[in-house]
């Protein structure tokens, strides 16, 4: 058996059983890579029908159908209890739950990772950032920060990042 969970702990675990415990997974691990074995035909045999169950589309795949208009825009979430309480307090990003502290700087980095993912078709400018950021953020402190965390495309109101 092999328990996985971090926080999973097994009190009076009799030392002849085969348990693997979650801090002996990764040497389990690699004394399973490094160990020699030829594959027969048992080996062969108990493959085929793994890999006959072996889905091509997850059904976790599908996501939730969204738009750039339906979002809350504005940077909301704290960076480090993920709560929905910040507010900015000089060149920070505080946290009204845990009392986190984050610069504006990264922040705004945060914002733009969250675009980039959530609709990586759109160009990242400093427009769209600075609505995405709520206006908090200054456009001229959001192309501060676009200019030297990525490479600039294009020129005057036509810059996109990359």
């Not at 801090?23 to 691990?29: A, D, P, R, Y």
């Not at 160009?123 to 965390?149: D, H, P, Q, Y």
Request: aromatic share 12%; proline share 5%.
């Amino acid at each position: 058996m092999v328990y996985i969970s971090p926080e999973f702990t097994l009190y009076n675990a009799p030392p002849n059983h085969s348990v693997i415990l979650p801090t002996q997974v990764n040497k389990f691990l690699k004394k399973l890579n490094t160990e020699y074995s030829k594959l027969n035909e048992g080996h062969e045999n108990l493959a085929k029908p793994l890999v006959s169950l072996d889905l091509v589309d997850s059904p976790f795949a599908t996501y939730p159908q969204y738009s750039y208009e339906s979002l809350r825009k504005g940077i909301i979430n704290c960076f480090s209890c993920h709560g929905q309480s910040t507010y900015v307090k000089g060149n920070k990003v505080e946290c009204r739950l845990c009392g986190a502290k984050e610069s504006l700087d990264a922040a705004v980095l945060r914002g733009v990772q969250e675009l980039k993912m959530l609709f990586p078709e759109m160009k990242i400018t400093t427009n769209l950032v600075f609505e995405w950021c709520g206006g908090i953020v200054s456009k001229k402190m959001i192309a501060r920060i676009l200019k030297e965390n990525f490479q600039a495309i294009g020129y005057g109101q036509w810059t996109y990042y990359k």
